[in-house]
Structures are given as C-alpha cells and as structure tokens.
C-alpha cells in the first residue's frame, strides 16, 4: 500500500460523505475526519426539535456507513488548522498529511453581528441543538400551565419563529401542529390551542426561492394551521422574554432562529478568499486558485451555476459536489484531463408546512397540498440512510397520522444526575 | 368539586403511577408530582446506555398516561420540603395542600461512603445516566482507535462493571456483545473483540436473590460471551485511569457502578424513622406510625414481607404498593375498615444476560437459556407504556436479533453547539 495517494476529507455530511463513498474503488487510502462520530441527515432535524423523532432515527454511526469500504479511515477528531504548503491537516488527534484535501464542514447559524441573541434564539443545526430546542419548547408549556400570571401565561405560550426559509416553515407549521394537536388535551388549566406561533420573514414572501404561487399557497397553509405569518418582518431585538418585529414588540419567552447561515471557519484555516457569508471562493472545478490540491465543497463553498447564481444548500447539490470532486481527483491520478466544470444539476425543492400540506417545485411542473406532501414523506425517506432508520421513521411517521401524537415528548437536562423522580 | 379530599403523589415512577391509575374513579382530586415530564421504564435503562433503544422509547409523558383521567393534575416540580403539620408538600412550583401524600420518590446510587468515586464510576438511574454512560462506552472505543499507547489503548478497552446484580448483569452482558459483536468490522486498527469487560460482585455468587443453579448458569452464560466475572471481588479503590477489585489494580478507563441503591431524601422531609439504606420505615399499611395520612411506597420505602424479609425492588413490588395505598385512601374515605396488611405477591423474578440467554425463577419453576430470554422479552415489552412503544421496540429488537447491529450509537455531548460537522 506504500506509496498510495492520500485523500483526506474533512466532515461527514452529504458531501464530504458523496466524496468519500466516491472513491471506494480508487487506488487511494482516504481518511475522513468528522467531530462527531454520525452523519446527520439535516432536512428532519427540525422534527426532532419538535418531538416527533428521536435523534437517532436520522444519526447513523460513519463507521457502520463506511464499514466496508476498507480504503477509508474514518477519524473522530476536530481539525484546528491546515498546512498547505507543507500539506497537512492539524487537528486534535494528531497530525494527518494529505495529497489531496476536500473541506466539507458546513455552515453555522449568523446573527448578522447581533452574536448577543445566540442565547435567546437558539438555531437549529445539531442533535443538541435539536433536543435543547425540543426541551425549550415542552418547558414553555409547563411553566404556562404553571404560572398565576396572564401576560406571563401568554409569553409561554408565544412562540417566534425567525426566518422564513424552508426549515423556519417547517418550524413554524410543526410547533403548531403540536401544540394545537398534540397537547391539545394534556393540560388542565391552559388551552394549548391558544398559543401563538409567529412566523417573521424580512422579506416580502416567505419561501422566496419558490414561485409566487407556491409561497402563497404555503403561506395560506400555514394560516390554516393558526401560524401568523409576518412577512416584512425584521427582526431589531431579542431578549429572554421578547422579541421585538417590526418595530412591534412581542412577548415570547421561545425564540427559534431560522435566519441565516455562515460558512464554517475553514476559510480561515485556508486563508482563501471568501464572500460576505463566509463561503470560500472556489474554481470552476471546486478546488482554490492557489492550491488545485484542496477541494472545497458542500456549505463551505460558495460555487456559482452556469447562470451565474450561487448554488443552493440542498443535500443534493452538496452530494453531487462531493461526487465531482471525487471524479476530478481520479482523473488527476489516473492522468486524465480534467473534466467538465462542475455544473449543478436542480433535482427540485420542496417544503412542508404540516400534515398533508407541503409544495414542490420541479422548474417544469409544480405541485402542493397531498400530493407534494406524500411526495416530501418518500424523498425524505429513501435517503435516510440505513434500512431499520427507514422503517422505523415510516412507522413514527404512519402513527403520527393517524393519532397526531408525538412520541418523543422528553425534557431532559444537559446535567447528568444521579437522582430520582421526584 | 370544592370540598373534595386531595390525594398528592410525590414522584411518577411504578408505585406513583399504579397509584394515580388505581384512583380514578375515586371521588379525590389527584396531584402527581414529579421532577421529569416523563415515566421511565427503568428495567430498559441498560439498554439505552448500550446503545440499542433510543430514550424515548422507554419513556412516556406523564401527561399523556393519564390525559384522560380528568381527576388527576400532573405537576412538573421538584419538592423541598413536606409540613406533616399544616399538611403541605412545599415545592419548586409552590405549595400543595393534601389530606392524603404518597410518597413514592425512589432510589439513587450509593458509593458506600465513597462520593469521590462517583465521578469516575456513573451508576444508570436516569435517561441523562444511560446516555452520559453511552457516550462514555463509544467514546472509549475512539479514544483506543486514537492512541499510540498500547497500555492506555487496553485502559480503555477494559470495561469494569461494579455489582452483580441484575443491572450488573445486563449492563456487563451488553457491552460484551456490543464490543464483539456489533462494532467488529467498524474500526482499522483496534480490534474490539480484544475488550474485556469484567464484572466485580463483592458477595460470593452473581445474582444472590436466584437460585445457585441459575446464577451459576448465569456466570457461565456471562464467560461464553466474554465476560470476566470476579466474585469475592469488592471495590476498594476507583479514580479515572483504574479500579482496584479484591487487592487486584485493574486499568480501565471506564467503570460503571451497579453496586448499591440509598432511597431519596423522602425520609428526611418527613423526619421519619429509615433504615441504613436511608429507606423509611412504614407499618403494615404502608402509612408512618406517626401520621397515618402518609404513605411511602416503592424503593423510598422499607417494606417486609410476612416471612420478615423486604419487599424487593422491583417494579411489581412498587406497583403493588401504589394499588395498596391507593385501597387504604379508598377504604378511609368511605368509611370502611381497613384491608388486610399488604401482602407482597411474588411474580417471579428475570435477569437477562445477552441473545438468547437469561434466567427465571418463579419459585415453583425455574428456567434458564432461550425460553427464559423469550419469556424476559414479553415480560418487559407487555407494561412498556403505549401501543406504539411496544411495537417500535419490537422492530429494533427483532432487527437487532438477526443483524446483530446496535441501533443508537450517537456520542452527543452535553454542550449545546450552534457549530457544524468538521
């Protein structure tokens, strides 16, 4: 094996997983370095933060994904900086070189310089992320059911989504859902079917990647399901107990922040150029100007299609970069010229807003309501990866129709205890 | 409704919730406390701390069992203090007035006067326990994948389980085949089926409450899987890198602790009469000498049999109890005498050791092997709470039979990250 290219990628989502599955075959040893020890399949995170799954129904172990491709290693392990020069990953498991290195570690939550809202406004882009939103949101209700004070009842029961994009849809549709079905006969002296789910948008239309059309559909859906959908709604202030829309202050002890994205520090690491929201510049066939060797995709990069707009963060555009940086690598090693420019191949988007009510759009033919709703349960189903997820999420899925219940209702603490009930 | 006699439970475990349940139709207004907004099917807990079942899948919201018993209020907080006098449970969410208190709050670890120990070897009571554990038993794994150190590579492939109980015992049997069975082919450099896993019982034989022949049958079961039993084997000392068993330095990076339980603090709100275990000690009726409106029930509580020995902990005992106190309010209320002093009924005793293996003793009969495992599996999915529990816990223990997969190996940490993958 001595004297084999070494291919090292940094993060195990959708693209860094695309690219390590890509080179199962190549004469290469890979080494994949994730700090977590699972892929996470983001697109349902947002029901584990609405108890509907429990997190290891979209968690699988990359070891087990990757348990038969015996040319990959798979490292848990945080990377601190890269050498390019002397081309070697530095992380906090040692030293690992590389021949070639492909940078997929994602994107985090921005604040727009407001990084004093963190604290109120959680995002969601982590299983514990997911659990802490989950607990937050359960809590609100028992304080609600256990407060003697009106206004303070009400903030408990007020809660803010921030951002109208896919997931703050999916949020914002979901809290609804819960607590206006869910909940609905579980408490004796609050009506959970008076809390309020307001959903701010800065902009004009929510959605606003899908045709007109569709948001508006989307957006009477969501009305229907009793969310208040505020677009034209920039947020100015957050606090504990407020958040202020608008220029309209509303009390609301939940706020979930669905806004904005920046890409993860490895613009840094690189010292390569980036753009406003942090996403390295890249070539036209995804690898920085000044060092061919090092591939950036997934979040982290910012690549342009043909028509000059940026690529979207969809889990399969971050796959099909992950496949194209495999293939150009292959290429080099096996000498062959280089392949086409990557160019991004729109398979759709899609969105939910709640039961039976989604919308779809395939640029030639679009759809809502049962249709795309039924269409979103098998997309998002199929790639889950590993069968018993698959099952066991269809079943979850299958019984929550059927009974509107949620069945991962816990509050649980980040303190490890060694008490009992009580 | 004014007027009407106020039972409060403290704590939602078995003996709580038979309780609640066994009031329903009593003309009482019922307050269950508890500290989680969930039950835990606690007999299940090792199977979340090995990473086979996820949290919720042994764990049901308090509120949604009893939604449809309109007489009973679920109150999440934790209490502080009980006036026996003014007869109020004063608690984190105020005060709770009652003519009649169960308290049903039940156990947590003891280290035998060895607190220090704690930190290094957790015991499995709660979700936050099993997962903690979790976390500690994969990581373990990465750490030895990780080193160049052959000695600290075994440290942490030594696995130390403290208590041969029936926790012991199944917390030792699970790590076993989770080592060499379902992460055989994940890793490149270790290998996983070098782990030893060693289970330390300071009496003479495993499983004292069985017979000799099934706890032998037991500790030969335990070798066949790999397990190292040590009994005679008492802990004298524990810190981070080792454990000292019977005179013997055993280095082990992880050290989990299944030895001895202490009741809650019950005792010490009531100013009650406790045993060394810290267990209240309560009359035939279950109510204390000095004030028969409270009663102590399940593990909080010291309660003996006909033939002078104690009730066991286990969930049948509790639950017995809860339904007991519950006739004695019901008897008191309408007038009628007391019932006959509680009377423990015997349903037999299990205790699991890996596939296909565990033990039973139902006095007249005994059996051991696969039908014991079979009859421990209807046994403990028939009271999991709801339909869809069962079946879901069903699917991932049929799946886990024939692939021999561990279906939740997540390493989350407590921190909450807005960061990404890496």
Sequence with gaps: MAGRKRVVIVGAGFAGLAAAKSLRAAPVDVFLIDRRNYHLFQPLLYQVATAALSPAQIAQPIRSILRRQKNCTVILGEVISIDAGARIVKGTRGEVPYDYLIIATGAKHAYFGHEDWRGFAPGLKSIEDATAIRQKILSAFEHAENTQDDAERQAFMNFVVVGGGPTG???????????????????????????????????????????????????????????????????????????????????????????????????????????????????????????????????????????GRFVPGLAPAAQQAGKYAATVILHKLEGKPAPAPFAYKNLGTMATIGRNKAIADFGSFTCSGFIAWLLWGCVHLLPLVGFRNRFVVACDWVWAYFTRERGVRLITTNARSEDTDL
């Design 169 to 307: 849809v999916e949020m914002a549709g979901a809290i609804a859902e819960l607590a206006k079905q869910s909940l609905r006969n579980d408490f004796r002296k609050i009506m959970p079917d008076k809390t309020r789910v307001i959903l701010a948008e800065a902009g004009a239309n929510i959605l606003n990647a899908f045709p007109e059309k569709l948001s508006a559909r989307a957006r009477r859906d969501l009305e229907n399901l009793g969310v208040e959908v505020m677009t034209n709604g920039a947020v100015s202030d957050c606090t504990a107990d407020s958040v202020v829309i608008a220029g309209q202050t509303i009390a609301a002890k939940t706020v979930i922040w669905a806004a904005g994205v920046k890409a993860s520090p490895a613009g840094d690491w690189l010292g390569a150029e980036k753009d406003r929201a942090g996403r390295v510049l890249v070539t036209a066939d995804l690898s920085l100007a000044a060092h061919p060797d090092i591939f950036v995709i997934g979040d982290t990069a910012a690549i342009k299609t043909a028509d």
